[in-house]
């Protein structure tokens, strides 16, 4: 069975919103940039919107050089990253990794906007993910989210009102595999890059937030667990890790190499 990448997403702050891509190059660690910073609280454990739903109205550009974030009523954040800030111990989840610190100025605006006390890091060192052999930055525990366009559209078809994909924060939305056919593939290629599927993805509060407003409601969990819930969680979509990484364009075929 045959596809096409129909988008491509990247989140340089974790727990921002997405930036959309024409292209990008994906990595060993995911798409350039992915997860590359994150706030953390002072004892260095990750803040997400599970924390602070708020944090979806944060509107993250890095061009590998500056950060820049916008929220609501106030100035933009225009920050020049670093390396030469002290090396932090920091936590996601269960996973003890590593961040530069970026400096008062960065935390100052976060904790204005955000009304907690935090600071800004940025990704160091290596970090292997959970299970399959690959390697991440700061996201959950996988390089890559994985969704079908058809499995939205049968979610959105037993809901009262649809819900953009936005919700789920996939990097890479593909479409011809059918409705959750995402969970039936174990290698795919796309474009010159190849990734596998090694996990599917439990979800959380965090698709109950409105990625526009910051506002949380019950959907779609309370409908997905209905019908996909298995292995202790709510599935939808599949944690990828880089087999060959590679330049992605919109509109790259996507080729089934292997099947589960």
Not at 7 to 31: I, N, Q, Y
């Given at each position: 069975?045959?596809?096409?990448?129909?988008?491509?997403t990247a989140f340089p702050l974790k727990g921002g919103r997405g930036v959309a891509h024409d292209r990008a190059d994906l990595l060993a660690t995911g798409l350039r940039h992915d997860r590359e910073f994150m706030l953390v609280t002072p004892e260095g454990r990750f803040l997400s919107q599970r924390d602070l739903p708020g944090m979806a109205l944060l509107h993250p550009a890095y061009d590998g050089a500056e950060l820049t974030v916008g929220a609501p009523d106030v100035e933009p954040l225009a920050h020049t990253a670093t390396d030469g800030g002290p090396v932090l111990d920091v936590y996601v989840h269960r996973s003890t990794c590593r961040g530069v610190d970026q400096g008062d100025a960065a935390a100052g605006w976060f904790e204005a906007v955000l009304g907690v006390g935090c600071r800004l890091v940025r990704f160091t060192g290596h970090r292997p993910t959970r299970r399959g052999g690959g390697e991440v930055a700061f996201a959950d525990g996988y390089p890559l989210l994985v969704i079908s366009a058809e499995s939205l559209a049968d979610l959105n078809a037993r809901l009262d009102?649809?819900?953009?994909?936005?919700?789920f924060r996939p990097n890479l939305v593909v479409a011809g595999l059918g409705a959750y056919g995402e969970d039936g593939v174990r290698l795919l290629r796309i474009g010159a890059a190849v990734i596998e599927m090694v996990r599917s993805c439990t979800r959380c509060v965090v698709t109950t937030t409105d990625q526009d407003t910051g506002v949380r409601g019950r959907e779609p969990l309370r409908t997905l667990a209905t019908y996909r819930s298995f292995d202790r969680g709510i599935r939808f979509g599949q944690n990828a890790v880089v087999r060959i990484p590679g330049p992605l364009r919109a509109g790259d075929p996507v080729e089934v190499l292997e099947y589960q």
């Amino acid at each position: 069975m045959n596809g096409v990448l129909r988008e491509l997403t990247a989140f340089p702050l974790k727990g921002g919103r997405g930036v959309a891509h024409d292209r990008a190059d994906l990595l060993a660690t995911g798409l350039r940039h992915d997860r590359e910073f994150m706030l953390v609280t002072p004892e260095g454990r990750f803040l997400s919107q599970r924390d602070l739903p708020g944090m979806a109205l944060l509107h993250p550009a890095y061009d590998g050089a500056e950060l820049t974030v916008g929220a609501p009523d106030v100035e933009p954040l225009a920050h020049t990253a670093t390396d030469g800030g002290p090396v932090l111990d920091v936590y996601v989840h269960r996973s003890t990794c590593r961040g530069v610190d970026q400096g008062d100025a960065a935390a100052g605006w976060f904790e204005a906007v955000l009304g907690v006390g935090c600071r800004l890091v940025r990704f160091t060192g290596h970090r292997p993910t959970r299970r399959g052999g690959g390697e991440v930055a700061f996201a959950d525990g996988y390089p890559l989210l994985v969704i079908s366009a058809e499995s939205l559209a049968d979610l959105n078809a037993r809901l009262d009102a649809p819900l953009p994909m936005n919700r789920f924060r996939p990097n890479l939305v593909v479409a011809g595999l059918g409705a959750y056919g995402e969970d039936g593939v174990r290698l795919l290629r796309i474009g010159a890059a190849v990734i596998e599927m090694v996990r599917s993805c439990t979800r959380c509060v965090v698709t109950t937030t409105d990625q526009d407003t910051g506002v949380r409601g019950r959907e779609p969990l309370r409908t997905l667990a209905t019908y996909r819930s298995f292995d202790r969680g709510i599935r939808f979509g599949q944690n990828a890790v880089v087999r060959i990484p590679g330049p992605l364009r919109a509109g790259d075929p996507v080729e089934v190499l292997e099947y589960q």
